[in-house]
């Protein structure tokens, strides 16, 4: 049943629950601890520069690197790989925003947001396939990093290399201090962000400049021509974009983890839409202008910078390394630990704590085989960014559609806490007209995998499955009894002027 009273205050951007309702909350229900709580007004305390500096440091990235100088292999030249970077991170970006509303207005996370379209017991199914990926992630970030710290002891220690099984040790204890920081939580995860941001950038920028004095400018770096043109690009092209849409469908679903915190929503909104996609774009030219340089330098495209960084004299390797270490850490705790983490204490808020469920990440990532997606650019970006993109695309569909659609922003806090509330819909827990449009989605994706002539369906798997995901939960969901009505907002929300 919806309480009438107000139990919840409305403070300019945000709304937190009162004092009582948080204390009654805390006592008595299961479904409440320190991580899954919602925020208090005091701990809106992130500014915008904040959240620039989080997707910053995690935007200057190897994946980031390898995605764009990876479509030179696939035939493009240098701008057209560029402004298919710049076009996947503004469509992304627009999923991204739409999401971080309900995290920054009622300082809820991931799984508890999930709870609102899913159901109480149903959050499991959207929270537990965005850990997976998130693990996925992990351990593509794991290897990069173990690769470069690798290659940092091979230059240093001259009996390193003689071990036989070297690379594994790196990737190990690369892991192992992954997994430690991480278990920190997502303060310190925000603190790192604001360290390692100007640090990357600057390595980056360093590197950009070496190439440009060992040919002898761009001319020579990005004179080459794109080797496919008419139809055969726009092959290239479509699920090129896709899979850059795919790269951050992650943080389109869990971007409530971080905005939770935000001080203004303009400060987050505005932060996110500038820093994001612009650095995509100026790290992509960078990976690309490299990669180019090492075709006139080498003889090879080098599009795995662990591999270039081999080429430097051993200081270099060092420096390089450390960089490299610091960039694949940054990502891994900013965009891979907290999804998973917070799923994972979704499914026993009173046992499992942040720390134990960033350790469950750190092993899932083991099992999903790293060093199998990354063995070539084919695999990484048409396997792995393809296929998760179309298994994520519906659920961003119908969060977009339930908060701004069938809710209209109109939540009811305290019942996201409440076993048996109106967001258990129905006692049972499960909202199962959330479970058929995730079908729905899936399905038009999956048309497209099974039918030649709409191939192009799962080819762009995330943006066709979150348009089937978004439909289909609106079309069902729009008489639903969850749904609150203007006016019982009100009766259960205090207004107080912000000063």
């Known amino acids: 049943m919806l309480s009438l009273s107000k139990h919840q205050t409305k403070h300019g951007d945000f709304v937190v629950l009162t004092d009582g309702a948080a204390v009654r909350l805390s006592q008595n229900s299961s479904m409440w601890n320190e991580d899954l709580r919602p925020c208090t007004r005091a701990e809106h ?18 994946p980031t690197y390898s995605l764009a100088s990876g479509m ?3 035939g493009m030249n240098w701008w057209e790989s560029v402004l298919t970077i710049f076009v996947g991170s503004i469509v992304v970006m627009g999923a991204i925003l739409l999401v971080s509303h309900a995290g920054t207005k009622y300082g809820i996370p991931y799984p508890v947001f999930a709870r609102l379209w899913f159901g109480t017991k149903g959050a499991h199914i959207p929270a537990l396939a965005r850990a997976l990926i998130a693990a996925g992630w992990f351990g593509i970030n794991s290897w990069f990093g173990g690769q470069a710290l690798d ?3 091979s230059r240093t220690l001259p009996f390193w290399p003689a071990i036989g099984a070297h690379l594994a040790i790196a990737f190990g204890i690369f892991w192992v201090i992954n997994v430690a920081i991480a278990m920190r939580g997502p ?12 640090t990357l950038a600057i390595g980056a920028i360093a590197l950009l400049i070496w190439a440009l004095t060992r040919t002898g400018g761009f001319g020579p770096m990005l004179a080459a021509p794109a080797k496919i043109h008419g139809a055969e690009f726009w092959t290239a092209f479509f699920p090129s974009v896709i899979g850059v849409i795919s790269f951050w469908a992650t943080m389109a679903l869990n971007i409530p983890d971080y905005t939770r915190y935000a001080k203004t929503q ?16 100026a790290f992509s030219f960078i990976g690309i202008a490299v990669t180019s340089a090492t075709v006139i330098l080498f003889g090879t495209a080098l599009w795995n910078p662990v591999e270039l960084i081999l080429k430097f004299p051993p200081f270099v390797v060092i420096v390089a390394g450390i960089i490299v270490v610091l960039s694949s850490v940054t990502i891994n705790v900013g965009a891979n630990v907290m999804a998973p983490a917070r799923a994972f204490e979704n499914l026993w808020p009173s046992r499992i704590t942040f720390a134990i469920g960033a ?4 092993l899932l990532s083991l099992a ?4 199998y997606v990354l063995a070539t650019f084919s695999t990484y970006i048409f396997t792995w960014l393809g296929t998760y993109g179309a298994l994520l695309g519906p659920f961003d569909g119908i969060a977009i559609a339930d908060y701004w659609l069938v809710r209209k922003r109109r939540l009811d806090l305290a019942q996201l806490y409440t076993p048996d509330g109106i967001y258990s819909y129905g006692g049972g827990g499960f909202n199962w007209r959330a479970v058929g449009a995730l079908v729905i989605g899936w399905a038009v994706s999956l048309l497209g995998l099974f039918v030649s002539p709409l191939h192009f369906l799962w080819a762009g798997g995330w943006l066709f499955g979150l348009i089937g995901g978004l439909l289909g939960y609106w079309l069902l969901m729009r008489e639903d009894k969850s749904v609150i009505s203007e006016e019982a907002f009100e009766a259960i929300t205090a207004t107080k002027d912000v000063a």
């Open 368 to 371: 999903l085989q790293p060093w």
């Open 359 to 362: 350790i469950i990440t750190g």
């Open 72 to 74: 030179i292999a696939l």
């Open 151 to 153: 290659a940092i002891l």
């Open 266 to 281: 303009r400060g987050q909104m505005l932060a996110q839409a500038w820093s994001m996609p612009l650095t995509m774009a």
């Open 187 to 198: 303060q310190a995860i925000g603190r790192l962000a604001q360290i390692s941001a100007p």
């Open 45 to 62: 305390s992130w500014p915008g520069t904040k959240f620039a500096a989080l997707w910053i440091g995690m935007s200057i990235c190897l």
